[in-house]
């Protein structure tokens, strides 16, 4: 007969889960730049769509998620304030500022009559969907091997961090809610401090040997 299992009756409670390996992957600067001039090459040549062209490099230099790149709409972009009034993000409503280069990249965008997204889609008056198929193509001409579309919110905040920006300002330009979110970027706060550290060093050990 069918029914429910009495309370604490589940065969599987005391089997222990296996630990959830959260994968690291961040682009060195040689990878950017290879991605970097696929992408012109690919806009020059007209392989992909030119909405996918945008869409992945705002991934890149805004650190947003795909979601919120994918479903960005005009009228939350404030070229003035240089910023993104995001509605409706996995975390609420929140600002995310743009750098003069990501400026630079949305200026470029092209408006479609009757469509009020950026990042527009081959359904008239929609987004793009999926750009999982593309970036398939992009990354295996850029030689990017197992690279997902979110590394690319992973590689913003890396060149971060690596630039000696601290954990907070990383945590604010994601809007991470949790500090150990952030907190998997503190080895590269760490070598930065330590290559400071070198820097100032030889320079004190310089001006003793004179």
């Not at 919120?68 to 910023?83: A, G, P, Q, S, Y």
């Not at 979110?150 to 907070?168: C, I, K, M, W, Y």
């Not at 994601?174 to 070598?191: F, P």
Request: glycine content about 4%; charged content about 25%; some cysteine.
């Amino acid at each position: 007969m069918g029914g429910y299992r009495p309370d604490h009756s589940n065969p599987c409670r005391h089997v222990k889960k296996y630990a959830e390996q959260k994968r690291e992957r961040f682009l060195s600067q040689q990878e950017i730049s290879c991605l970097m001039d696929v992408l012109e090459k690919e806009e020059t040549q007209g392989a992909e769509l030119p909405c996918v062209i945008y869409a992945i490099r705002l991934l890149l230099l805004t650190g947003c998620r795909l979601s919120e790149i994918l479903t960005l709409r005009w009228k939350e972009v404030d070229f003035e304030k240089k910023c993104l009034n995001l509605s409706d993000s996995k975390t609420g409503k929140k600002i995310v500022y743009l750098s003069p280069t990501s400026l630079e990249v949305l200026q470029a965008v092209p408006r479609i009559e009757g469509n009020e997204y950026v990042i527009w889609g081959k359904k008239k008056e929609s987004h793009l969907i999926n750009l999982q198929k593309p970036w398939v193509c992009v990354r295996k001409k850029a030689r990017l091997a197992n690279v997902r579309l979110h590394d690319l919110r992973h590689t913003f905040a890396s060149v971060a961090a690596s630039n000696g920006l601290s954990l907070p300002i990383i945590g604010a330009l994601l809007w991470h809610k949790q500090t150990q979110t952030t907190a998997r970027y503190a080895h590269l706060i760490g070598q930065t401090l330590l290559d400071a550290t070198e820097k100032i060093s030889n320079k004190i050990v310089s001006n003793v040997s004179k």
